[in-house]
């Protein structure tokens, strides 16, 4: 939807772009045209580096609207009292951390074209977009580790106001849904970059 509204896309993947690829072969050759794909694990700072560095040899157009929508749901069931630390590293390092670094990556990047004057501070295309689950606000049985990673989300929330606050003066729509709730944030600066929180998200499976 978003592409035909004129807009480039830059899709990311870890392990395989089959999909992307498929569904790239369904667009007309102008959508096609305006959608890219990048590859890296986004749980290594030094991938999230690479990924941002890779679009300007691409030579996409300055990425303005962050979807954080990855992570990974474990399919071995465990209590907490039987989980293994390694589990529970791996799902809050792919559903935690990595938003944690993708989102830092993106205000830097964002930072350097207002620094450059490529881009107004006051740009109101400027969006972040963070894919939640229930599972964060109600928990989920013998998948502490997923829920967890899941009502780490407020926290990513936080480091991003705090960003846009040292980052971009000017008036600012932060906003945030749970279910099928709508409700405003309890920190609201004047700023025009705008935060998105879904709390009903899809799951991916690590692909």
């Known amino acids: 939807m978003i592409q035909e509204q004129g807009a480039s896309v830059v899709a990311h993947y870890n392990s395989t772009d089959e999909n992307i690829r498929a569904y790239k072969a369904s667009l007309s050759t102008e959508m096609a045209a305006r959608l890219f794909s990048v590859q890296a694990d986004l749980t290594s700072e030094s991938d999230v580096e690479q990924l941002f560095l ?8 300055p990425l303005l609207i962050l979807v954080v929508n990855h992570g990974i749901w ?3 069931q465990a209590p907490l009292v039987a989980m293994s630390l390694s589990q529970w ?16 990556r993106f205000l830097q990047n964002i ?13 109101s295309r400027i969006s972040v977009v963070l894919v939640g689950s229930t599972a964060g606000k109600y928990g989920e049985p013998d998948h502490g580790d997923y ?19 040292t980052t971009f003066p000017s008036s600012h729509d932060v ?9 405003n944030c309890s920190y609201r600066p004047s700023r025009t970059s705008k935060l998105y929180c879904t709390g009903m998200g899809s799951y991916a499976h690590g692909h």
């Open 111 to 123: 930072a350097t074209m207002i620094s450059l004057h490529s881009l107004r501070q006051d740009d």
């Open 175 to 183: 906003r945030a849904s749970s279910d099928a709730q709508e409700r």
């Open 54 to 61: 890779s679009l300007h040899e691409m030579e996409v157009p």
């Open 89 to 104: 590293n791996n799902t809050l390092s792919t559903n935690l951390t990595s938003s944690f670094l993708v989102v830092r």
């Open 74 to 76: 474990p399919t071995n």
């Open 147 to 165: 829920a967890a990673s899941k009502s780490g989300a407020p926290a990513v929330r936080s480091l991003y106001l705090y960003g846009v606050d």
